[in-house]
Structure formats: structure tokens, C-alpha cells
């Protein structure tokens, strides 16, 4: 049976199939995907796509979301909570709320499953099949808020032969990572696949009042069973676990005044304290945060081929279970300690049926998600007495808050050929979403031997409540035409209607300056996006050098823009216009050498409707570059490789004040990879050095200067350098 490929979007980036099979020379070969859910060459969708598939991963030495993001034209990754999370960024458009109930613009999907909390995003990448990434809106096919774009984690399956790998790295820090996989059949109809990973390290930040910070400490394992009683039918059983518990929470304190500058010299008047060594990798902290997480997850993948069209059923059940505190003060005054707390359960269901012939596809289903989130968020600090005051003393904060989201869509899209070379796209999505969200702040005493977080029982006040409810029906559709020019060179234009749902805000302090806790601070509405784009894929050189590129513009309405107030995250309204382009070029011009280069500009302009100033979004620098240069070269039995990549950001900023306090001024980091593989890739040996200029370039700041705060910035600053080697055996 020729079976179309009915799981997630297999976007296979072309430029990277630069690194195709063989000891010597690596050179660019077709790469078949499925982005209109059906079987295609990458260069004939008219969508901009980049991925990477696992053994391409393998073979660059990429282990993570920020090394894979790197390589794609105007992608990165970003930390709005350092460690603990993170959350990806493109074309300007990401999520830097690092509370759980505001869901990011940039879906992240595993094995077609939807990840609504971005906590239970930072999974490790072990046994993958491929890494995609989708710029632009995609809310006609996807089922959740892709405004900005997607990224989708594709795993390794079982398979009918016996196969499997182990994989040793140590490095840096007392580096020590383990993974491997194994997998066959197990009956004629019967297959399964075990993979496992675990990864610690000491951790990169000193603490000076004792222990190491922001080590890791994760364990993680994959079972799989597939069942293919007939050529027609085939179940995919699945589950998952994941677990991290690490002492993170670093910030490095630097003293900033109410006027938005820092002042890293001068004493914190608040605090009485300074952090001037100029080591960003050390502080005293006298209470070391944690990040103890827990993910699980089980999805059946049934698939149904019948004689016009094909039916398949996704069911999943996620939870994810977090405990977050960090010492936010960053200092050895035991002030001010943020936490965290995350128990979220999720229930999915997708239905679709896909057909066609020689001139129409078509795809068609529904979709399905009940999310309920008990969550909470807080302050815990040493009880401050007022001798002039009969208030007893408060230890600070515990705001628990329960959401819970129900989600129906049904959708469409039609791809039909209009002439042999001109092709129409349609496609639609009805959304129906219903909220609800309860909040409460409430004053408490931190009494040991009670609980602490997420409904402390020793509440002294109750400061504010909130009740709130929406219900809201959203549309999102795309209309496209592709023209393949001539056999090497394709044309496309598109138009979206993407949209991202509305949602509810959870502060953490009473709001200052004083806001009611009412629909219009604590409720904002769903974001739509009008997104026109043109590009270009192209092959030259007899397949030697592809060159594409796109430039788009995006119109927003009731944008969701991100704020902090004192130190309070905000979401509200907002409206806001962006534009820019991408262009990446991949070429194999000679035997053994590849080379990948990409820019993409991004200029995005938001309008908070407050009398403010015009303003840009966080985490969005206007220029971005990539560029990997890899040379191979057969050695005796095998080949050995040599290979240097870089990745630079523009000035960006933190938050919409664009103070210096939240500025990054840009960054360039580089990495280099030497790797020795034996002939038939029986075994495979490298070394690597991440960061190889040692570059100090921060991925987050929160501006605690400002009136009734702390007269502080929080800085949180990437990886240093690190170097490590690693020992992969196939078999």
C-alpha cells in the first residue's frame, strides 16, 4: 500500500539535506515533506519551512531547541526563566510571560500533540526523527494559537528491524549525558521502541554563600508501541515521562535608579548591597531557587486508509506538574523570593479525514481541548514588623488561581491545480473557546510544616479576588497560489488570518500603580493577524546551490502585548504592524563542503493605545544572521569533519519601556565541532566547544528599579563557554 503521510507536518529544511549520506562529500538531494499534509519536494510548498532531521542533528552536534532554532532564518530561542523554560521566538513574535496560564503565540507540538504550558516545553531531544519549524500564521492545519509560527518535535518510531544506539557525552562542569534507544519487532503485527536520556553537570553560576546553580539533573524516557494488523491500519501507542530537578533561580543583581539606568557601581539603597565584581556567573544568594518539573504524557495514533480518503484519530492526555522559587532579589538580604507552581492537565483529540487525485487534495477534521490549570504564583520574604503598627508580620504572598479552557475547531484546506504550472490553496479553521479563571492574593504567614504554595492555609488577608469568563469564536483561513515557474524555480504568494485565543492575566502583587481587578485589566481578547506574503524557491548549479527567500507584511488587531508593571507581568490589547524578510542560501559547491547563510529582518512597531510612545515588541531584534561552514574529508575507514557555525542578534529589548535596563545590545555566538564517524556510521566520535568566544550576552533582564520596587535589574545571562566530547555506537 502507498500510504500518504498522515503524521505531523514533516517540513524537511532542504539546506540541510546538504548533510545527506556518505563518508566523503555531502551534497544537496530532494527532501520529500508534508506540509499540506500529503507527500511533496520541499522546494514546491509555498510555505517558509526549515528543519532538521535526527541523523542531521546528529551530525551537526545539535542537542537542543537553541542550536536547532539557530540555523533558521529569523528563529531563535528564548529564556524567559532561564533554565527552567523557554519558549521560541520568530519574526519577532514570542511569548515572554513566564506565568503558565498565558500560552504562547509560537505553538510547540510533539508527535502532533499540542504543548500548551511552556514549562513542559524544555523537554531534552533524544531519538528524533526531525525538528520542523514553520514561520508565518498556521492556524488552518494546526490546532492551536500559531500566530507566529510553529515548531514540531518529531520522535523516532518503532520499526520491523532491530535497531538502536547508545550515546555518551561528558564535558564541562562534570558534564555527564546518557541516551540511547532500542527498538524491532516484537510479532509480525507487533513493534516497540525504548528510548531514555538522562543529563547532569555541577552547574556554571557560584554561589559564594555555598553550592553551584543551574546544573541539571533531568531523566526522561519514550515507550512506544506500534500494531499494524493489516496493510490499512496501524495503532501508535505512546507514552512519556520527563523529569528535572535542578537549584537555578540565578540572577545576577546590578543597582539601577527609578530613571530606567543602571548604576552597577553605586549601592543599593533598598538593599544596603552591590554586586560589582564583574563576574556574571556568581552572586550571593542566600536562598537558592529550585525547579523541580514532572511531565507525562499518553497519545493513541490510529490511522485508516480506506479506498478515497484516509482517517486519523490523535488522542493524547498530558500533565505537567512544576514547583518553581527563585531568590529574585539576588542578593544575600532575604527580601524577595518569586515562586512558581504549575499542575496542568490536558486532554486533546483530533479527527481527520484527507484525500484527493491528480489535480485536488484536500484535508479536512476537528479538533478538541480541554486544559485545566491549578496554579498559583507568590512572594515569600522574612515577616517585616512596623513597630508603629498593631499589623502582625506578613511573609508575603500566595495567589493560587484555577483555569480551565474547552476548545472545539473544525477545519479545512483544499489544494487544487488550476493549470499545469498554477496552484490555488483554501484553507479554514472555526474555533470555539471557552474560559474560566478564578484568582485570588492573599497575605500569609510561611509556617513550616504547612503548605506553603498553592493554597497556604495560613492566609492573614485576602487582598484581591477575581472571577472572570469568556467565551469567544475566532477564524482563521489562508488563501495562496503557487507558480512553478520553471522546473527549478517556484513562486508563491499568500494571505492569513491568523488568530491566538484571548486569555486572562495572573499578577503577582497587588497591582501598583493601583488597577481594579477587573475584565479590563485581568481579561484580554484574542489576538487576529492579517499576514500577506511573497517568496521564492529555487535550485541551481544542478542541484548544487538553493537559494530561497520571502518577505511579508503583518497587520495586527487587539495584539497581545506583554508588559511588566513594578513586577507584575501584563498582558493587554494593543495594536501593532510588522514587516520584514528572510534570505538563506545552502550550497554544496564542492565535494565535502557545505555551507549555510541566512538573514532575516524584522521591523515590528507596537501602539499600546495609552498615549505612550510607539514601541517594539520584546525578544525581536531587527537584524538577525546564521551562517555553518562544515568541510569533510575521508580518513582511513571513515571520515573526519570539521565544522564552525554562528549566530547573530541586533539590538533587542526585554520589555516595551526599551530602557537601557532592558536592553540588549547584541550578541554573536559561535560554536565549532570536530567529529571522526566510522565508514558505515557504525560509531562516531566528536569534539565540541559551544560558545567559543566565551560571549557574556544576556537572554533576559526584569527592571525591579522602579517606584515601591527594589532599586535593582535582574540579569540573566546564557551559557558560558563549554566544551565536551561524545561517543555514539549504532547498532
Known sequence: ?????????????????????GPQAAVIEEIVVTAQKREQNVQDVGIAVSALTGNQMEQLGFVNAQQVTAMAPGVSTVQPNGEANYSIAIRGVANSDFTTNVESPVAVYLDEVYISQMSGTGFMLFDMERVEILRGPQGTLYGRNATGGLAHF?????????????????????????????????????SARLSVSTHDNDGYVENRLGGDLNNANDRAARLQFLWTPSDRVDVLLSGRYSDQDIDTGFFEHVSA????????????????YIDNDGDVYAGDYDSPGFNDLETKGFTATVNVDFDAFTFTSITDYSTVERD????????????????????????????????????????AGLYYLDLDIDDSNGAESEPFIDPNSDTPALSGLDNPYESTTESI????????????????????????????????????????????????????????????DREDDELAWRLGLNWQATDDV?????????????GFNAPVFPLSPPLAYDDATMSFDPEQLDAFEVGFKSTWADGRVIFNGAVYYYDYQDYQAFQIIGIDTITSNAEAE????????????????????????????????????????????????????????????GHLAFQVDAQRRSEHYFSLTRLPTVTENGYTLSNALVSYSHGDDLWTLSAFVHNLTDEEYLVQTFDLSGPNVFGLVEQYYGKPRWWGVSFRYNF
Open 409 to 468: 475547531s473544525v477545519f479545512g484546506q483544499l489544494e487544487y491545480d488550476l493549470t499545469d504550472s498554477l496552484t490555488g490553496i483554501f484553507g479554514l479553521r472555526w474555533i470555539r473557546d471557552e474560559k474560566d479563571h478564578e484568582y485570588l492574593v492573599n497575605a500569609v504567614d510561611f509556617i513550616p510544616g504547612t503548605r506553603l504554595r498553592n493554597g497556604n492555609p495560613n492566609v492573614l488577608a485576602n487582598l484581591a479576588t477575581y472571577r472572570g
Open 257 to 272: 535608579n527609578q530613571d530606567g539606568v543602571l548604576t552597577p557601581n553605586e549601592v543599593n539603597q533598598v538593599l544596603g
Open 1 to 21: 500500500m502507498n500510504r500518504k503521510p498522515i503524521a505531523a507536518p514533516a517540513l524537511l529544511f532542504a539546506g540541510c539535506a546538504l548533510l545527506a549520506s
Open 154 to 190: 518529531v520522535t523516532n518510531k518503532p520499526s520491523e528491524e532491530f535497531d538502536g544506539y547508545v550515546k555518551v557525552t561528558a564535558g564541562d562542569y562534570d558534564q555527564i549525558k546518557l541516551e540511547g534507544a532500542v527498538g524491532g519487532p516484537l510479532s509480525d503485527t507487533l
Open 490 to 502: 517556484m513562486l508563491y504568494g499568500s494571505y492569513n488570518r491568523g488568530v491566538k485565543s484571548g
Open 324 to 363: 518553581y522559587i527563585e531568590d529574585s532579589d539576588a542578593s544575600p538580604v532575604p527580601l524577595f523570593n518569586f515562586y512558581l507552581t504549575t499542575d496542568a492537565k490536558q486532554l486533546s483529540q483530533e479527527f481527520r479525514l484527507q484525500g484527493g487525485n491528480e489535480r485536488l487534495n484536500w484535508v
Open 578 to 637: 510588522s514587516q520584514g524578510g528572510e534570505l538563506e542560501l545552502m550550497a554544496s559547491p564542492i565535494d565535502g563542503l557545505d555551507i549555510i547563510l541566512g538573514v532575516a529582518y524584522n521591523d515590528i512597531e507596537v501602539d499600546l493605545k495609552n498615549g505612550t510612545p510607539k514601541t517594539t515588541s520584546v525578544q525581536s531584534p531587527e537584524w538577525s544572521y546564521n551562517a555553518m561552514v562544515r568541510y569533510e574529508v575521508p580518513v582511513g575507514a
